[in-house]
């Protein structure tokens, strides 16, 4: 397979122009006064990307004495942060890795050196006070933990990897250990990926190994040996399609990329060299646009990537420099976009005190919903239980529309979920009529939705007195379980307006500093 530098793929075809719409994104930095300053990033040697991002928080590892602790701020947030403000510090060790939860913006998982990986629920609108009791508390590592992994389609399940060279599964929602995978990696575990309905899990690991692995059986299905022959950290990521990119280092010691198709691992489907840095490549993949964002540990660029059928499948697209090394970086999820500028991505990128967004944008006039840049995307709602997944079954995450902006409106897949998953706040002993109560945003809007959501559950209720007690319990439950599913509605409709009020705030200030 011939390696394909990036100028060479810049100039494929010369004389024809490949047809693509993301062929132009650019990049922009938002302005110093949209930025978080005074944020002590941590120093941490551990080579992830210290940052989480979802539509309401942001999550930053930071430096902290006496144990582990990270930030976690409103969206929104600009300005300078007080070393007084809160933090989630309930580690007795450094914490080497964050992931939100997919399928509830409030709920993130930590993993620290400490051994233990920590499930917090986080407030709407933030954190009031320090934070030191989580939700639940795994423990089952030996040595320390930083990787964390949520199922893509199934609610309450998490993947963690250690320093042990173990790949543990957790169902979150009762604390139990439900699959461990110990024997597959002879040394430490790079990276872990989950394929888009969560059959599967992809590795890299210090032996230069790709491994494709059922986690439900623990066995390896499909080995490639020496991914990359450098001897330098790799990571891998599957794409939508079942293909498996990976990043890392050729035996000069220059940064790679390659793409592999897993019905045939014998050969790259491409190889692309890049530059001779030393940090590692963190790969973050948009499975509705198709695009891989490179961003180096240390470096002052991302780079972008299409993947598409056509050779040479990887196709170079853009860079973005500054004059700033990245300490790592967040990816926003996509319900989190601004669809009325064309942003089709967003990446909080760290600097050693400060955290500044930047937008990928695709330039174009049109004030209108662009369709075609916008797929529906995997929302909030999850398609399986943790048991369901537990018991074998699979399936692809439940798509939303993004039209008008994230409203959280099920696509016509949603009746492939037949029973509501239960609330992680339910661990904690939180009683189903609080749960509804939590459901609904704090927002005065919500707050009389609730109101009169409680009222119709009241009038259904008293309907159901004549029957008998076994059917009485039975009618109340599904009363119960349909006006939680509208209490979300509404909650979602209000995040929404949220949104929008928030953007045209944003256009306003634009409009007063002379911006447009």
């Not at 930053?60 to 070393?83: C, H, M, T």
């Not at 508390?137 to 990897?161: C, D, M």
């Not at 990446?347 to 050693?352: D, G, I, R, T």
Request: charged share 25%; glycine share 8%; proline share 5%.
């Amino acid at each position: 397979m011939p390696i394909l530098s990036t100028q060479t793929v810049m100039s494929f075809r010369r004389g024809v122009v490949r047809q693509s719409k993301f062929r132009h994104v650019f990049a922009q930095a938002w302005k110093a006064e949209h930025c978080i300053d005074d944020v002590r990033v941590s120093r941490v040697t551990w080579d992830g990307p210290l940052c989480a991002v979802n539509p309401k928080f942001t999550a930053v590892i930071i430096e902290s004495g006496g144990g582990g602790a990270f930030l976690v701020l409103p969206l929104n947030k600009s300005g300078r942060i007080d070393q007084a403000t809160p933090t989630v510090c309930g580690h007795a060790a450094p914490v080497l890795d964050v992931q939100w939860c997919p399928h509830d913006d409030n709920i993130i998982a930590s993993a620290s050196e400490d051994c233990t990986v920590k499930v917090w629920e986080v407030p709407d609108g933030g954190l009031t006070g320090p934070m030191t009791e989580p939700v639940v508390t795994l423990e089952g590592h030996s040595k320390r933990v930083g990787i964390l992994a949520w199922h893509p389609t199934a609610f309450n399940i998490l993947l963690t990897a250690g320093c042990d060279n173990l790949v543990c599964v957790w169902d979150v929602g009762t604390g139990e250990l439900v699959y461990q995978i110990a024997d597959a990696h002879p040394d430490l575990i790079y990276s872990v990926s989950w394929n888009r309905e969560g059959s599967a899990i992809c590795t890299v690991c210090k032996d230069k190994a790709l491994r494709v692995i059922d986690p439900r059986r623990g066995t390896v299905l499909k080995v490639k040996e020496k991914v990359h022959d450098g001897t330098r950290p790799m990571r891998a990521v599957f794409l939508s399609d079942g293909k498996i990119l990976t990043t890392g280092f050729s035996r000069m010691s220059e940064r790679q990329l390659a793409l592999w198709d897993t019905n045939d691992m014998s050969e790259p489907m491409a190889v692309q060299e890049m530059d001779t840095s030393n940090g590692v490549l963190l790969p973050y993949y948009d499975p509705d646009t198709n695009m891989v964002y490179l961003c180096g540990k240390g470096d002052c660029t991302i780079r972008y990537f299409e993947v598409t059928d056509e050779s040479p499948y990887v196709h170079f697209l853009s860079l973005y420099s500054s004059k700033e090394p990245q300490r790592g970086a967040g990816f926003l999820s996509k319900r989190g976009v601004d669809v009325n500028k064309c942003e089709i991505a967003r990446f909080y990128k760290l600097h050693e005190r400060k955290v500044e967004p930047i937008s990928m944008t695709v330039p174009r006039k049109s004030d209108l919903f662009q369709g075609d840049l916008y797929p529906d995307t995997a929302g909030v709602e999850p398609s399986l239980l943790a048991e369901d997944w537990i018991a074998g079954q699979d399936a692809a995450p439940l798509l939303v529309s993004l039209s008008g902006g994230y409203a959280g409106t099920p696509s016509k897949h949603r009746d492939k979920l037949r029973n509501k998953p239960k609330l992680l706040s339910q661990v904690s002993g939180t009683d189903s009529s609080t749960v509804s109560r939590q459901a609904a945003s704090p927002t005065a809007t919500a707050t009389a939705s609730e109101m009169e959501s409680e009222g119709v559950v009241q009038q259904r209720v008293t309907r159901a007195e004549g029957e008998g007690a076994s059917d009485r319990a039975r009618r109340e439950e599904e009363v119960l379980s349909e006006v939680l599913a509208e209490v979300r509605a509404l909650r979602s409709v209000v995040l929404a307006q949220g949104q929008r009020i928030e953007l045209l705030e944003r256009q306003l200030v634009r409009i007063e500093d002379g911006d447009v």
